[in-house]
């Protein structure tokens, strides 16, 4: 071969030598920068837990659906436990209170008069029909008797007889009728219509109680102290019953974070802790007031000692301090410092 092209054959191996020691360079660059992350890995503290800072969130729910008449907030607006936030329309409730109150009152009535008993006029009444019916049943007892003796002297046929005595029968019906009625008036109500009575008035008052229950959540009032985070509907706007109408973020904000499996053992509820927000230099006094007792984003099968130390566990750390905190909104990063394993155990 020409010695011109194996020179130029020598020459187009050499880049391949260079890459080689390229790629061998890099891998030893990159070995070194594992190590020294391992080093800096080993340095960081192990009594911090990084998470968010979160809020207790209450959702606002309208019982019916009504037309939206008065937003009596605005989102973003600190409000008291009580205040008014949302008022639906009452027109259609204050109708069935009105309705309820009526049915109410009548059962009320009612029971009234049977406490009361009859009427004197009404005893006085059957006293004068009981009275005319006696007076009745003396003048066809009269009668049957002389039809008796004209039939005996044969100057009256037998029906004569039967006519005069089925009229009697009659009249002392009408006397056991009208005597009958005026023992009912005298002994009055019975124990069992009274009952009776007492039942429908408390059947009246339950439906009265639920149409102004009904007409009361008409009103969504804030159920405790907080900040209004957001309003979904808009005057004039009908949302469904059991739509959110309000989300309120209530009491105070707290750190949500995880804690590492080895200093789970250290941090139970009421230890103590600082809370590091990112944008503020000086840390806040903290409890713990809550650690989940299952880890997160773990299996649960046999763990070896290197997933073990993948294991966290959720906790929610509450400020300490009583005065006013600055407005912290939700999702801002934290840091929770717990104190170390040896001070923990002195």
């Not at 009234?112 to 009859?118: D, K």
Request: glycine residues 6%; hydrophobic residues 40%; proline residues 5%.
């Amino acid at each position: 071969m020409d010695p011109t092209f194996k020179g130029i054959k020598t020459t187009m191996q050499k880049p391949r030598l260079a890459a080689k020691s390229r790629r061998a360079f890099y891998s030893g660059g990159l070995l070194l920068a594992c190590f020294a992350l391992a080093s800096c890995s080993s340095d960081e503290p192990t009594n911090t837990a990084v998470g968010t800072l979160a809020w207790d969130r209450v959702e606002l729910v309208a019982d019916l659906a009504e037309p939206i008449t008065e937003i009596a907030v605005r989102e973003g607006d600190r409000i008291a436990a009580g205040a008014m936030v949302i008022s639906l329309d009452a027109s259609r409730r204050k109708s069935d209170v009105a309705q309820a109150t009526a049915g109410r009152d009548q059962a009320l009535a009612k029971l009234n008069e049977m406490l009361r008993g009859p009427r004197r006029e009404e005893i006085v009444k059957a006293e004068v029909r009981l009275k005319g019916a006696r007076q009745v049943l003396k003048v066809r007892q009269r009668e049957l008797n002389r039809v008796r003796d004209i039939v005996a002297r044969k100057l009256a046929s037998a029906e004569s007889l039967d006519i005069a005595l089925e009229s009697r029968d009659q009249a002392n019906t009408e006397v056991d009728s009208a005597k009958a009625t005026l023992d009912e008036l005298l002994a009055g109500t019975t124990a069992e219509e009274l009952e009776q009575a007492r039942q429908a008035l408390a059947a009246a008052e339950a439906v009265l109680q639920r149409a102004q229950i009904d007409l009361s959540r008409l009103e969504i009032h804030a159920p405790q102290d907080g900040i209004v985070d957001s309003i979904p509907f808009q005057l004039g706007e009908r949302p469904p019953a059991g739509a959110v109408v309000a989300t309120l973020l209530a009491g105070r904000p707290y750190a949500r974070v995880y804690v590492p499996e080895k200093i789970r053992v250290h941090v139970n509820s009421g230890t103590s802790a600082k809370i590091f927000v990112d944008g503020i230099t000086d840390p806040f006094d903290a409890n713990v007031r809550w650690v989940s007792a299952d880890p997160s984003f773990t299996p649960y099968l046999a763990l070896t000692e290197r997933d073990r130390g993948r294991l966290s566990y959720l906790a929610k750390v509450d400020f300490v301090a009583k005065e006013e905190l600055p407005h912290l909104a939700g999702g801002i990063p934290v840091t929770v410092e717990f104190p170390s394993s040896s001070a923990t155990q002195d």
